[in-house]
């Protein structure tokens, strides 16, 4: 027990007028507890066989003058009288308050004063004892050793029952063998445990971690701290101190720092830039290949701001992205430039975490991969995927093309056999009326002026009819020939164009019709005969007046592709039927349509086609029946 009793003493003392007070276990005559003043080494012999003597006499006042050490007690106390004062019974062991003094015996009656410090000593006792075991129970649950040494009396004022646990020795061992502790300490160990009991013990707070053989002859470690207690003259009185075995927690600390050197060793030759951040956005820690990716050294990165890195640019969509993940407490993505120490951008892919302690957020972990060759090989990727589809539509094209060729073969020799009777057809219908109405006119003088001039007309549309059907013959045969008439150049498609649409704009405009062009400004070369062209765009425009009416829109586009150039012709009038649709481009099929002041047979829109297909180009016709009309016509283009 470490009770501290010599101030109650020493005022006993000086109440009562006493030589020497102090307080006797007396089941062990060899223990005080407490003394009002030091006692001689001299004084200490015969106070020791006293206090043997007394106890045996069962602390009777009657037997005092028998004791033999009552005379010695009166050789260094002159005139002095013993009296015991029984302070409190613990645990079945009684504690004495022993006085010497000149009174032979103390009435306490008469002494109240006396009374009650004796009242107060036996008190302080029972709660020094209380919590001398409360202290015990404490410690003997957790696995450390809790000690105070007297420097003083040199022995421990107070030794934690878990002394057995931790250390494998009894407190006596300790108490009869001080050096039972040492010899357990491996011998490179014993210099540096010395060293840490010499600072201890002129005043110096001090700790050391130690290895100690335990009674398996195994090796534990052992953390000791102590702390030297000053009394009110500066003087070292006690030490205090706790051994605890801390082999579990050396385990752990080496466990951990392998697995830290591990996963230090796995960061540094990841091929990312791992990073942490701070709660104010400073580096911490960044891994070598990180720092190289950007052409610093790690620790020229640490300390600096994660932004100092970040294009100039791009800053704010950083911090943007830092707000959400604050505010969200969950990882972000994100994708930044940053800047090289050579001035050179690369692009990285980040994912940031927060590192959250109780509800602050502390800090940032960041990993981000440079993604430059990625982007770069998907832009590679998406453009190739852009002309693979131009070549997929080019071919496409060419196979609509082949199929053409297919077909017109197919029909040549088809028209072969059917051109006699299809133009007999076509020349005997405007011969009939021409020679009709011309007998009429010839053989009746007596006609009215207005029939004349009604069949006039007639014969002179006929005639018209007549003469364009020949050229368009005419016209058809060289084609089918080889084409030897066509007499190309480099001319503007753009320009043409916008020639013809301001011939045709007028036909359309005198029928309510109404026309728009969206023809680009850029010169756009292909190699052509203009004529051909003209006779081409024309009869198609021709065309699309005879399937329009008052009130009807007709447009013109022209498209600049990588290879070619796209001319669309719509209009929003009749349509064409899908049987009519499918003989359209026969060449000598007409529709019903006679709209037109001069009806084009059907052998007009087959040269149509004729003259696309000797320029290597391509016409295509898409229509419904009441919704329109749209002919595609593709040319190929000339490059320097």
Request: net charge negative; with cysteine.
């Amino acid at each position: 027990m470490d009770i501290d009793f010599s101030g109650l003493l020493k005022l006993f003392k000086e109440l009562n007028g006493s030589s020497l007070t102090y307080i006797l276990k007396a089941d062990n005559p060899d223990l005080i507890i407490a003394v009002s003043d030091e006692i001689s080494k001299k004084q200490n012999v015969f106070i020791q066989k006293f206090n043997s003597e007394i106890s045996e006499a069962a602390f009777e006042l009657s037997k005092l003058s028998t004791l033999d050490s009552q005379n010695l007690l009166k050789d260094y106390f002159p005139d002095s009288f013993i009296n015991p004062f029984l302070l409190c019974k613990i645990e079945g062991n009684n504690y004495y308050l022993i006085d010497i003094s000149n009174h032979n015996k103390i009435d306490l009656d008469e002494e109240p004063h006396l009374k009650t410090l004796l009242e107060t000593v036996s008190t302080q006792l029972k709660l020094s004892f209380d919590l001398h075991e409360k202290l015990n129970l404490t410690f003997s649950k957790i696995n450390a050793v809790v000690y105070s040494y007297n420097l003083k009396t040199k022995k421990y004022d107070f030794i934690s029952s878990s002394i057995e646990k931790v250390l494998g020795l009894t407190e006596e061992d300790l108490k009869k063998k001080k050096m039972s502790l040492i010899r357990r300490i491996p011998k490179e160990f014993r210099l540096d445990y010395k060293n840490f009991l010499r600072k201890v013990t002129h005043g110096e707070s001090s700790s050391i971690d130690f290895q100690y053989f335990n009674n398996f002859g195994h090796r534990q470690f052992l953390h000791h701290a102590a702390e030297p207690i000053l009394n009110s003259n500066g003087r070292i009185e006690k030490i205090v101190g706790v051994i605890n075995d801390v082999s579990r927690e050396k385990e752990i600390l080496h466990k951990l720092s392998k697995s830290e050197k591990r996963f230090g060793l796995l960061i540094n030759t990841a091929i990312d830039f791992i990073y942490s951040l701070n709660g104010f956005g400073y580096l911490l820690q960044v891994n070598e290949n990180g720092a190289n990716s950007l052409g610093y050294k790690s620790e020229e990165m640490l300390g600096m701001h994660f932004l100092d890195f970040a294009a100039e640019d791009q800053k704010n969509q950083i911090s943007k992205s830092f707000q959400k993940m604050l505010s969200s407490k969950q990882t972000v993505h994100f994708e930044i430039d940053l800047q090289h120490k050579l001035n050179k951008t690369i692009k990285y892919e980040f994912l940031a975490t927060p590192l959250i302690e109780g509800d602050t957020i502390t800090g940032m972990l960041g990993i981000g991969r440079d993604v430059s060759r990625r982007r770069k090989n998907e832009e590679e990727i998406a453009n190739l995927n852009q002309k693979l589809k131009e070549s997929q539509r080019l071919v496409e094209i060419e196979r609509d093309r082949a199929k053409q060729q297919i077909t017109i073969l197919e029909e040549i020799n088809i028209l072969k056999n059917e051109f006699i009777a299809n133009v007999s057809h076509e020349l005997r219908t405007p011969l009939a009326s021409i020679v009709g109405f011309a007998e009429t006119l010839a053989s009746d003088e007596d006609l009215p002026k207005d029939l004349v001039s009604e069949f006039s007309e007639i014969i002179f549309t006929e005639g018209k009819r007549l003469a364009r059907f020949i050229e368009d013959i005419l016209d058809f045969s060289e084609l089918e020939s080889g084409g030897a008439n066509l007499h190309k150049e480099n001319l503007n498609i753009i320009e043409l164009m916008k020639t013809i649409s301001e011939k045709v704009k007028e036909g359309f405009e005198t029928a309510n019709i109404s026309f728009t062009s969206l023809i680009p400004e850029a010169e756009i070369t292909i190699f052509a005969d203009r004529e051909k062209l003209v006779k081409a765009f024309t009869t198609i425009f021709e065309n699309t007046l005879r399937f329009t009416k008052n009130g009807d829109q007709v447009s013109v586009v022209i498209q600049d592709f990588l290879k070619e150039v796209e001319i669309t012709i719509s209009d929003n009038g009749s349509g064409i039927s899908e049987n009519e649709l499918e003989l359209l481009f026969d060449k000598f099929h007409s529709s019903g349509s006679t709209s037109s002041a001069t009806p084009t047979a059907g052998i007009a829109l087959s040269l149509v086609k004729q003259i696309f297909d000797h320029h290597k180009g391509l016409l295509q016709v898409k229509s419904n029946l009441g919704e329109g009309t749209t002919f595609i016509i593709r040319l190929p283009k000339i490059f320097d």
